[in-house]
């Protein structure tokens, strides 16, 4: 298995966007299995932008410092994602705006995902050698067994908090 940063972060994209899909498939079904997508899609979703904020994004700031716009844009996606999982963690699936918000949070992530894979994980991969990204994702991998896992979680509440005010 892969331990290059991109590559594990490329994985996590990947089963997001299926779990997007899966609700989308959903949307007009029972409220139970909305519900059971929507708590994947956020744990999905605390867990990568836990790892990303504790250490991709740091690491990326501190070693290419050209692309510090491009970090800090994303550091505001995650907030919004952050306040969108956050209301939906409290909602119920029969809620009548449910639906909506985890629209507007796919709608969201979708956009941001598409900015870090076509924009600046290329210009990260072409400035940093491949050990590099290896002891990056090594450290990802170290930190995801202690990641939070839901949004009301202390960890992903400190993280969205950091983010802000760093
Ligand atoms: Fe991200
Ligand atoms: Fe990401």
Redesign the pocket.
């Known amino acids: 298995m892969s331990t290059d940063a991109i590559v594990l ?2 994985e ?2 990947k089963e ?1 966007r299926r779990l997007f899909k899966a609700f989308q498939d959903a949307e007009e079904g029972p409220a139970s299995q909305r519900q059971k997508l929507v708590d994947q899609i956020l744990e999905a979703l605390t867990v ?2 836990y790892l ?1 904020n504790e250490v ?1 994004y740091p690491e990326v700031r501190r070693l290419l410092p050209d692309l510090e716009d491009d970090i800090l844009e ?1 550091y505001e996606e995650h907030h919004v994602a952050d306040v969108l999982c956050a209301e939906l963690a409290s909602m119920n699936a029969d809620d009548e705006r449910f639906n909506a918000k985890t629209t507007v949070l796919i709608e969201n992530v979708t956009h ?2 598409e900015e ?2 076509q924009d600046w994980f290329p210009k990260v991969r072409d400035a940093l050698g491949r050990k590099q990204l290896q002891e990056i994702g090594e450290k990802m991998i170290a930190l995801r067994a202690d990641a939070p896992r839901t949004p009301a979680a202390p960890k992903a509440i400190k993280k969205a908090l950091d983010a802000v005010t760093a």
Do not use: A, P, Q, Y
Request: aromatic share 0%; glycine share 0%; charged share 35%.
């Open positions: 972060l490329k996590d994209h997001m990568h932008t990303e991709m994303s941001h995902v870090e894979e």
